[in-house]
T-cell receptor, first 116, second 113 residues
Framework: DQQVKQNSPSLSVQEGRISILNCDYTNSMFDYFLWYKKYPAEGPTFLISISSIKDKNEDGRFTVFLNKSAKHLSLHIVPSQPGDSAVYFCAARGGAGGTSYGKLTFGQGTILTVHP | DTGVSQDPRHKITKRGQNVTFRCDPISEHNRLYWYRQTLGQGPEFLTYFQNEAQLEKSRLLSDRFSAERPKGSFSTLEIQRTEQGDSAMYLC???????????FGPGTRLLVL
């Protein structure tokens, strides 16, 4: 039962353009969403997050959008840089009282490649 | 460096052997989590602690796996009688209770031959 899905295994973007990474979820009890970036042989690095009471959160070049009715979130990177090339994971945390509270449920990841 | 640390970074073992991994969380964090990641997948939750209490265990955590956090600081994850299917990256994360962001360590990559 894949509660968090990233349907695009990979994305290739030109330097300077926008990268859009997508994530869908099924569990309506999720109340907090996070994006992590991961390089090979390293642990995930926290990028940006959003609470379910918001629909947008921005931090520098990174913006996360949440559409609760569609159970969909996206990460926008503008402008994209070659150093952004990595695997990106979305993750969701369950709300208090739910079975997913405390732990994070991750998608399968999207490999982003930014070409110079 | 005040981040999450894990030891060892790599472990190669033979099937049937026992292995133990250590995680040191960020010093003021009272929650500690273990995840497992296999190739092409996202991290999967195994278990988590608040202080020394183990609050939740995934059904992925068979009886060959045991985790401890005896003094509410560092944690160990032991796998007994390892199997080839245990080969994975084992990730540790920590957070402050009430704060949603979990910070991950570099992971321990286990290979069972």
């Amino acid at each position: 039962d894949q509660q968090v899905k990233q349907n695009s295994p990979s994305l290739s973007v030109q330097e300077g353009r926008i990268s859009i990474l997508n994530c869908d979820y099924t569990n309506s009890m999720f109340d907090y969403f996070l994006w992590y970036k991961k390089y090979p042989a390293e642990g995930p690095t926290f990028l940006i997050s959003i609470s379910s009471i918001k629909d947008k959160n921005e931090d520098g070049r990174f913006t996360v959008f949440l559409n609760k009715s569609a159970k969909h979130l996206s990460l926008h990177i503008v402008p994209s840089q070659p150093g952004d090339s990595a695997v990106y994971f979305c993750a969701a945390r369950g709300g208090a009282g739910g079975t997913s509270y405390g732990k994070l449920t991750f998608g399968q990841g999207t490999i982003l490649t930014v070409h110079p | 460096d005040t981040g999450v640390s894990q030891d060892p970074r790599h472990k190669i073992t033979k099937r049937g052997q026992n292995v133990t991994f250590r995680c040191d969380p960020i010093s003021e964090h009272n929650r500690l989590y273990w995840y497992r990641q296999t190739l092409g997948q996202g991290p999967e939750f195994l278990t988590y602690f608040q202080n020394e209490a183990q609050l939740e265990k995934s059904r992925l955590l068979s009886d060959r796996f045991s985790a401890e956090r005896p003094k509410g600081s560092f944690s160990t994850l032991e796998i007994q009688r390892t199997e080839q299917g245990d080969s994975a990256m084992y990730l540790c994360a920590s957070s402050l209770a009430g704060q949603e962001t979990q910070y991950f360590g570099p992971g321990t990559r286990l290979l069972v031959l």
